[in-house]
Each structure stands twice: as structure tokens, then as C-alpha cells.
């Protein structure tokens, strides 16, 4: 499922929390975060694990996330062991609001109880109604690609903010991201002019509680 652009693979099962989401593997569980503690955190990101093979009560966590305006435990609500590590998080590069329940897993544990898992997560019409919850709660709103930056341009003229903008994406690695933030009711036409003449790309605009938001990214 999908809720304010956040993605919640219906096949998955999930903490109580909506922060972790479980899948079996290899007479296991595979264990990633959400796109709802992904945007909560946001860049620069931080992922630390606990060693492969460490045992772990139940409600405690295996790992943690950190960035400078957040910090979270990740917590398993039954006993397990740690098997494996998923090596592509430890650089704690690329993660995207996809490849987080892709190639950017964080572990594979092995309950104590094989029988914990579907006891103490949630599946189905529960999850859906959590993650509901959650985003609503928190007032996330999840776009196509994790921003590098973000520009509040409340009260400014567009041309003023584009401007800006091309100077925030100048010298900038390709596909650096920014969230825009705008009130001005110009800007989703402008966005495309500007797309056109910078060859940089627009790839979510949406209008929220009367203001643009738009992602930019370093073509």
C-alpha cells in the first residue's frame, strides 16, 4: 500500500511500530526499516547494527539510526539471533524509499520461537490501519527520492526561487535532491520552465494543505 507517498509492501509483515518490516528467508526473517523511519530520520544517514550472531531479547534492538535532527533504537518485539548482516548498509550510502525493502535490508535474524514472529508483528488490514496511523500522525509525506536539501520559500517570488535553486544545484553531484517548498501559484509551471532550460529534472510535485512541494534533482 501507499499513503502520502510512502510505501508499505502489502506481502511484508511489520513491527508494532512501523518501523521495522519483516519477510522469511532462508528458514528466517529478513528485516528492513520503513519508508516511515527512513523520512522521519532523512539525510545525512546513520545505520548501526548489532554483530552478526549477537542474541537479542525480545523488545530490544538490534541497530540504531541517526542524523543530525534524529535518533531511534530498532526494536524486535521477540527473541532472535542475528545471522547476517547485509553489507551494502554499511556505507550508509544510496538508500532510497525503494531499496530499503530491496538490495538495502539490514539483517537476517532466527527467532527463538519460530512462532513469535506472526504473534507479536502485524500483516494485512492490521498493518495497513498502523501505517495509516503513523504517517498521519507524524505528518510524513514520503517523495521518489530522499532529499539532499531542503528550500521553505514561503512568501517569495518565483523567479527569486528558482534562482536560488540554481545556485543550491550548481556544482552539485548528479542527483543530488531537493525538496522545494513554495506558495506561489505560478511555481508548477515555472518548475517545468525551469526543468527545461536547466536540464535538471522535476519528478514529484504535489499540492499539500495549499502549498507546492516539488523534488528537484541534479541531472
Not at 518501523?19 to 545525512?44: D, F
Not at 550510502?93 to 535490508?105: D, E, K
Request: hydrophobic content about 40%.
Amino acid at each position: 500500500m501507499e499513503t502520502e507517498g510512502c510505501i508499505f509492501p502489502e506481502e511484508l509483515r511489520y513491527t508494532a511500530d512501523m518501523n521495522l518490516w519483516l519477510a522469511p528467508k532462508e528458514g528466517g526473517w529478513r528485516v528492513g526499516m520503513t519508508s516511515a523511519l527512513l523520512w522521519t530520520a532523512g539525510k545525512p544517514l546513520r545505520v548501526s547494527m548489532k554483530e552478526r550472531g549477537s542474541t537479542v531479547e525480545a523488545g530490544k534492538s538490534i541497530g540504531s539510526v541517526e542524523s543530525p535532527r534524529f535518533f531511534d533504537t530498532m526494536r524486535v518485539p521477540f527473541a532472535c539471533t542475528i545471522e547476517e548482516l547485509n553489507g551494502n548498509v554499511a556505507s550508509h550510502g544510496g538508500l532510497t524509499p525503494r531499496s530499503i525493502y530491496q538490495s538495502h535490508w539490514l539483517a537476517r535474524v532466527s527467532p527463538v520461537d519460530a512462532t513469535a514472529v506472526e504473534e507479536y508483528t502485524l500483516g494485512g488490514e492490521a498493518a495497513r490501519k498502523a501505517a495509516l496511523e503513523k504517517v498521519a500522525a507524524l505528518r510524513i509525506h514520503c517523495f521518489s527520492e530522499l532529499p539532499d536539501a531542503e528550500m521553505v520559500e514561503i512568501g517569495s517570488e518565483c523567479s527569486a526561487v528558482l534562482s536560488r535553486l540554481s545556485g543550491l544545484m550548481e556544482n552539485r553531484e548528479k542527483g543530488f535532491a531537493v525538496h522545494l517548498v513554495t506558495d506561489d501559484i505560478t511555481s508548477p509551471i515555472e518548475m517545468v520552465r525551469w526543468a527545461d532550460e536547466t536540464g535538471n529534472r522535476v519528478t514529484d510535485t504535489r499540492k499539500i494543505d495549499g502549498v507546492y512541494h516539488f523534488l528537484a534533482l541534479k541531472a
